[in-house]
């Protein structure tokens, strides 16, 4: 049974590294090449297969994985994208979010670039929720987000804040911790 995990760990773990390949290439759009809002929709989708929740977090078995996306931005309409897959054995549900004040049922959330200016009000409001923070923003994790996307050696890579997820009351697989960027280069000290 473990084996099993493992093999299929390291196929979804492929599929992350796959896109990050096809991202080096640059964000153009060439026949079969994801935009980049489309790949940073597919590295979101793919960190929560890879975060386990508290129980209390879904109501049933089988409700929905709820991924948010709040302020402008073209990752918001790719994660629609996704809308009915099956992430842990559950459907994903999108939904679009105009203020903070509607992210309590969310167990995901993508906050854009765009709400840069009030990103540190946004995450003091989102302490302690278990919920998954993930943005494009700069320097996102050192603000106190869960993960961070960020475009390196000319291609999307992550950034994970082990103590914010710790907050959140989140668990992130060690698989999805060996390809942050930042845990590689520092062993674990963030």
Known sequence: MAARMNSLALRCLAVLLAI???????????????????????????????IEWPERVFTTR???????????????????????????????????LLGIDETRPCQVLFIADSEERRMSQLLRALSG??????????????GGGTIGLVRAEQRL??????????QAQ????????????NLADFKGKN
């Open 20 to 50: 990050a390949t096809i991202m080096a290439a640059g964000s153009t759009r060439a026949q079969g090449t994801l935009t980049e809002a489309q790949a940073k929709a597919a590295f979101v989708i793919n960190f929560a297969r890879y």
């Open 62 to 96: 089988t409700a929905p994985l709820l991924i948010c996306a709040l302020g402008r931005s073209a990752v918001g309409n790719a994660l629609e994208a996704h809308e009915g897959r099956q992430v842990q054995g559950r459907p994903v549900a999108v939904r679009q």
């Open 129 to 142: 929720q278990p919920i998954l923070t993930v943005s494009d923003a700069d320097a996102f994790i050192d």
């Open 157 to 166: 890579q992550f950034e994970v804040n082990r103590q914010a997820l710790e």
């Open 170 to 181: 989140l668990k992130a697989s060690s698989n999805l911790l060996k390809l942050a960027r």
